[in-house]
Each structure stands twice: as C-alpha cells, then as structure tokens.
Nanobody, 130 residues
C-alpha cells in the first residue's frame, strides 16, 4: 500500500518561504505510478480545502497540468519528481492566512496488478507569523 510522508513545515514570518515535500513509498517495494498529486490544507475550525493539483500522466513523460486555488495562485508552485516518487509544494510570500496543516494526496496505479490507489499523508503544520 502506498504511504505518503509530508515534511518541510514549520514556523515562518509573513513574506517568507517554505518548501513542503511529499515522499511516496510502499513497505513491500511495489512499483507504482503517481498520476495525480494534490496538496490540501486545513486551518483550525475550517474545512479541508484544495490548494494545488498536478496531473502527471503516469509513467509516460508528457506535460504536466497544474491547478491552483485563487488564494495561492502566483505564490505557490506544485511539482513532482516522478523518478524519485517525490512531490513538492513551494510556497512563497507566505501570509498569516496560509497557516494550516498541509496534506498531500496521491493517486496512481500499481504496476504489477494495475489496481488504482489513493493515499493521504499525515500532514505537516505550517504556521505563518504576522
């Protein structure tokens, strides 16, 4: 089963930057594709919201498609390193309202069985001080 581990969160002043990472792996070493990855966030007392998504096209190399929420467009950049099963969220010009727990989600296919998967990480806290 694909497991995701986020890292890179922390405390930063407003206007600062952070880069979140999302590492995908399986305990059994099974080969899998990451066809889509998304970053979501949840602030205290609020619902989880979509921040950014990237559609990778699986193991076939082609142009990725990215989408961003209006609140982060122009400040955040999502990317993926398919060879290393790593996803990233670069966050620049951070604001106090970006404070939240950030989660990554990945969807893809197991190479051997062809079964689809969808996995979530445990989240990483981002706190922006004003």
């Amino acid at each position: 089963q694909v497991q995701l581990v986020e890292s890179g969160g922390g405390l930063v002043q407003a206007g600062g930057s952070l880069r979140l990472s999302c590492a995908a792996s399986t305990a059994s070493g099974s080969i899998f594709s990451i066809d889509d990855m998304g970053w979501y966030r949840q602030a205290p007392g609020k619902q989880r919201e979509l921040v950014a998504t990237i559609s990778n096209g699986g193991t076939i190399i082609k142009d990725s498609t990215t989408n961003y929420s209006d609140s982060v467009k122009g400040r955040f950049t999502i990317s993926i390193d398919n060879a290393r099963n790593l996803g990233y969220l670069r966050m620049n010009s951070l604001k106090a309202e970006d404070t939240a727990v950030y989660y990554c989600n990945a969807r893809g296919i197991y190479a051997t069985s062809g079964d689809e998967y969808s996995a979530w990480g445990q989240g990483t806290q981002v706190t922006v001080s004003s």
